[in-house]
Nanobody, 121 residues
């Protein structure tokens, strides 16, 4: 069984910063990619940032230059550093990992439970 546990988030004023962290644990063989998605009320879940094995990163246009994603591979942890936050960044942020479990032949996506980020104007 694989678990993704998120931490961080909270309430911040516009222009402020927050850091999110997510650690994957369980019978993990190898992680292919980790990332963060977000879902605001009444909207679809969207990709915020992702990092692929080897270090390649992808960002939503709306967060480029403000958010940074990085991993601590030894700890199976992905972090999202968020700066210059805007009210439109308010959402529930979900951690995602695509990985192979031990003895697995196919990789699967796993999700955290989500953490609320609220940016006040």
């Amino acid at each position: 069984q694989v678990q993704l546990v998120e931490s961080g988030g909270g309430l911040v004023q516009a222009g402020g910063s927050l850091n999110l962290s997510c650690t994957a644990s369980g019978s993990i063989l190898v992680i292919n990619a980790m990332g963060w998605y977000r879902q605001a009320p009444g909207r679809q879940r969207e990709l915020v940032a992702a990092i692929i094995v080897g270090g390649e990163t992808h960002y939503a246009d709306s967060v480029k230059g403000r958010f940074t994603i990085f991993t601590d591979n030894a700890e199976n942890t992905v972090r999202l550093q968020m700066k210059t936050l805007k009210p439109e960044d308010t959402a529930v942020y979900y951690c995602n990992a695509n990985l192979f479990v031990e003895s697995g032949l196919v990789s699967y996506d796993y999700w955290g439970r989500g953490t609320q980020v609220t940016v006040s104007s």
